[in-house]
């Protein structure tokens, strides 16, 4: 450290303390690890991971936080139909558990299994806000998503 040239120095981290620390750091990746299904996967390169569990990894990064609202952006998109049903699972789960779950989403099916309350947006624009079995059946949503 330049400002400390010349003089001695002592860490201010306690070495005991650090440790403890970073064991419980660890044993809370574990333990969101376990929970998305990728503990075996603990010694993974993230990078080497498929599409699908890399999406499961930033799920379990975001419980890491302990947040009580959680923010997905495409939570399902581009992955296997098998990972998608996984993770809607554990989305369904943690709203079951008293989080708030919000996400942004274009699969109808996925959005009608898990949203209490659906805000549809066109061009920047709300143009419906309700719950699913109301909005997702109105013509002019279907028109906009689905086409």
Request: aromatic letters at 4%.
């Given at each position: 450290m330049p400002w400390a040239k010349g003089r001695a120095?002592?860490?201010?981290?306690?070495?005991?303390?650090?440790?403890?620390?970073?064991?419980?750091n660890v044993q809370t990746a574990l333990q969101w690890l376990q929970f998305v299904g990728l503990a075996e996967k603990a010694n993974e390169v993230a990078d080497?991971?498929?599409?699908?569990?890399?999406?499961?990894?930033?799920?379990?990064?975001?419980?890491?936080?302990?947040?009580?609202?959680?923010?997905f952006d495409e939570p399902v998109?581009?992955?296997h139909p098998e990972m998608?049903?996984?993770i809607v699972a554990l989305l369904r789960r943690l709203r079951d558990q008293g989080k708030l779950v919000v996400f942004i989403e274009h699969d109808i099916g996925?959005?009608?299994?898990?949203?209490?309350r659906v805000i549809v947006m066109d061009h920047g624009q709300i143009i419906a806000d309700g719950i699913p079995?109301?909005?997702?059946?109105?013509?002019?949503?279907l028109e906009a998503y689905v086409g």
């Open positions: 120095s002592a860490s201010c981290v306690d070495p005991v303390w650090h440790c403890k620390r970073e064991a419980r080497s991971l498929s599409y699908g569990q890399q999406k499961l990894l930033a799920l379990a990064c975001s419980l890491a936080t302990e947040a009580r609202t959680l923010f998109a581009g992955i998608i049903s996984h996925v959005v009608r299994e898990i949203a209490d079995k109301d909005v997702l059946v109105r013509q002019e949503i």
